[in-house]
Structures are given as structure tokens and as C-alpha cells.
């Protein structure tokens, strides 16, 4: 009976840090947009051109009060406050087809794209 009682203490502590091991383990694309006219979407300092359909982790730095951060594609539509310096992490599920990110207030010129596989 002890050993029962063991193996259910062992499998409950595990399965926690088993879910997030496994959230941490999602790749981690960074978004930037600010302070200037700049946007950006990257993974690993490269530029997000093509990526394989799945889960992802985006850290956003919104620098500028004037811009926002808004992600659009199959299944996402995220994006940050324009009025506010803000820094999040959005945990997203990447589906087949092309996403588009933009300033709302500057879309014109500052956007970006990028298709999933």
C-alpha cells in the first residue's frame, strides 16, 4: 500500500512540470515595433520569413505609444494597445497559411508577413 501511495506521489509531482516543460519548450519568435517607424518579427536574431505549422511563444516590445503590435493569420488576431509602452508573451497555435503583422496607425509602410508550413 505504501508503495501505491509512492508511485501516485511521484506521477502527481511529475505531470505539473511534464506541461510545463513542455510550454516552455515552444520556440520563441521576439516582435518589436518602436521606438521610430520600425516593426519587426524575429527568431534567433533572423527575420521570420517561413515557419513550420505549430505552437509558438511571441515576446512582444511594443516602445512606442504612437504604435501597436497586431498579428492576423489562420486562427490568431492579437495585438497590442496603441496608447501604451507594453511588453507581453503571447503563446499562439501557427496554423497553415500566411500571417501578417502591422501598426494599425502606420500600416501603409510599417507590416511584415510571413507564411506557415
Known sequence: MKLLALAVLVVSLAVPALAASAAQSAPTLTAAV?????????????????????????????????????????????????????????????KKGTYKYDCDPHAAFMKGSFTVS
Open 34 to 94: 518602436g521606438p521610430g517607424f520600425a516593426i519587426k518579427l524575429t527568431e534567433g536574431g533572423q527575420k521570420v520569413t517561413n515557419l513550420t505549422a505549430g505552437t509558438y511563444m511571441i515576446k512582444v516590445s511594443d516602445k512606442s505609444a504612437l504604435h501597436d503590435f497586431h498579428l492576423v493569420g489562420p486562427g490568431v488576431n492579437k495585438k497590442t494597445p496603441v496608447a501604451a509602452k507594453t511588453s507581453t508573451t503571447w503563446k499562439v497555435t501557427l
